[in-house]
């Protein structure tokens, strides 16, 4: 059974550090992983979507990485600033599967 | 294009009654997706549907839920008899016909409260 894992469960940091938030599963046969933000009381916001073939994806100061083989993934945000504060929310699907599994999420707060 | 569309965003319920919570999804998809998050909780998987189909509903409770997505109209998502631990968010996600394949789209949320 799949299990996605996040780690920090919390983190705050100064404005403008770069940081890295984690993730990991347990099955490492998945089709895509992707990451979302959720800001409070609101929905989810698609940031990344890795397909298993790859590497790594890149949106502006956000670049997130996939390892199949050890199964996890990493969500680098550079120079990060007070807007980037919210809860971060790694997913993945299995092979050609419908469900989304969800990790709890790491609740990111940027310090001005 | 709209995206996916939930309403209502915020809905109240006192124990006993019935919650019907609707999910208009994105021009052109035909497949349906419905997540809980429980308080402090991740998103959970639900139930996944095609038109007039029920594909799998391996994560909704046995007793007192059900969904359905007509040939026309929305998605619906029914709690019957509610209790205080059905307050939650629900989201419903859709995307394009091809199993597996394409992107899941997620709506805004239905804020469920249960007084």
């Known amino acids: 059974k799949q299990e996605v894992t996040q780690i920090p469960a919390a983190l705050s940091v100064p404005e403008g550090e770069n940081l890295v938030l984690n993730c990991s599963f347990t099955?490492?046969?998945?089709?895509?992983l992707q990451w979302f933000r959720q800001d409070p009381g609101k929905g989810l916001t698609s940031l990344l979507l890795?397909?298993?073939?790859?590497r790594e994806q890149t949106s502006g100061r956000l670049n997130a990485s996939l390892d199949k083989s050890s199964g996890r993934s990493t969500l680098y945000i550079a120079a990060s600033q007070p807007g980037d504060s919210a809860t971060y929310l790694c997913?993945?699907?299995?092979?050609?599967?419908?469900?989304?599994?969800f990790g709890k999420g790491t609740r990111l707060h940027i310090l001005p | 294009n709209a995206g996916v569309m939930q309403n209502p965003r915020h809905l109240v319920r006192r124990r006993g009654q019935e919650a019907r919570l609707r999910c208009s999804p994105m021009?052109?998809?035909?497949?349906v997706y419905w997540y809980r998050q429980l308080p402090e909780e991740g998103l959970k998987f639900m139930v996944y549907?095609?038109?007039?189909?029920?594909?799998?509903e391996s994560g909704m409770p046995k007793e007192r839920f059900s969904a359905e997505f007509p040939k026309e109209g929305p998605s619906i998502l029914r709690i019957q008899q509610v209790v205080r631990g059905d307050s939650a968010a629900y989201f419903c996600?859709?995307?394009?016909?091809?199993?597996?394949?394409?992107?899941?789209?997620f709506g805004p949320g239905t804020r469920l409260t249960v007084t």
């Open positions: 996600a859709s995307s394009l016909p091809g199993q597996g394949i394409y992107e899941q789209y």
């Open positions: 099955d490492s046969a998945i089709y895509n």
């Open positions: 890795i397909q298993s073939s790859q």
């Open positions: 997913a993945v699907r299995a092979d050609r599967d419908d469900k989304i599994i």
């Open positions: 021009k052109g998809h035909s497949h």
């Open positions: 549907l095609q038109k007039e189909n029920i594909i799998d």
